[in-house]
């Protein structure tokens, strides 16, 4: 099989050659149909996040064996099973939920797999979809996509689960109210897009980039703030009528916290989802004055993960855009992605 691997962090990803590995107990091997290229590909690709000014949280000794295969985002078709697989069969074509834990420890087994201390997540951990197929662990990780394209379906596993999981922490809140969507990157579209699904609410969306606005409009937000203007936390105030009760930040730096945390309402909640990188500082007697929260989301649990493709299934969420290229092409679009080239996804096909 071929791969697509990177020898050291930030160095070039080139092809390798491997031998095509045969599935053991319940192990499942997909040939990969289609692997979305996400912004945490970067992060792990350069070995570290960053967490402000000069200071960095170093990734690259995070049970990661050189040359490795980013790629996270896979649907692919069933070519062999393990003598103890079941479930799927030779030929079925699958979405990987590759937020994959140690399956024993109290964190998974109420469910929350994906904050699994001893992680085995495809294309985090072990390796992934940038390649021309994939050894999953269990067929409790592959979901039915339906009749949505490959190429949209891939995208579920994460920038759509990541979106989920984030806007059901904010769901009651938002709910007949205002939803503050900061960021319309590849996440932050995902986000427009599902909040019409499952919430009733007004949908503002700022960022900075002009084109990425445009995106998110084409996508279905009700308001636009561009937050470069100088009384775009105004905006808000005056848009919300005193501020959002629901703020979910898909960039996650300095200044869209910032932004995000200023802007939200009375007995609101901020949730930070981008690992874009940097440090929040804010005064402390703003949180009991506004009553407000501030609260992370990573990913989203395996039951989240079945409930958003059941969405899809039923053709409640509108397809995202993405753009395709060979997967011989993933470097560049990694490389892309961190100069801030790319707006929406794209998946690489091989």
Known sequence: MKAYQFDEHGGPITAH???TPTPEGAQVLLKVGACGVCHSDVHLWEGYFG??????LDTRGSQRALPFTL???????VVALGPDAGGVS????????????CGDCAVCVRGDEQLCNRPAAIGVNVDGGYADHVLVPHPKYLHDFGDAPASVACTYACSGLTAYGALKKVQDRAEGSFLLIVGAGGVGLAGVMITQAILKCEIVVADIDPAKLEAAKAAGADHLIDSREPDAGKQVMKLTRGGAPAVVDFVGNDASARFATGAVAKGGLAVVVGLMGGELRMALPMLPLKNMGIQGSYTGRPDEM????ALVRDGRIKPMPVAERPLAE????VEDLRDGKIVGRVVVTP
Not at 306 to 309: E, V
């Open 330 to 333: 993933v470097g560049r679009t």
């Open 71 to 77: 790629g996270h985002e896979i649907v692919g078709e």
């Open 17 to 19: 050659e491997h031998a």
């Open 51 to 56: 967490l402000g000014g000069e200071r960095k």
């Open 90 to 101: 030779v030929g079925d074509r699958r979405v990987v939920y590759p937020w994959i834990g």
């Open 306 to 309: 079945a409930a958003l493709m």
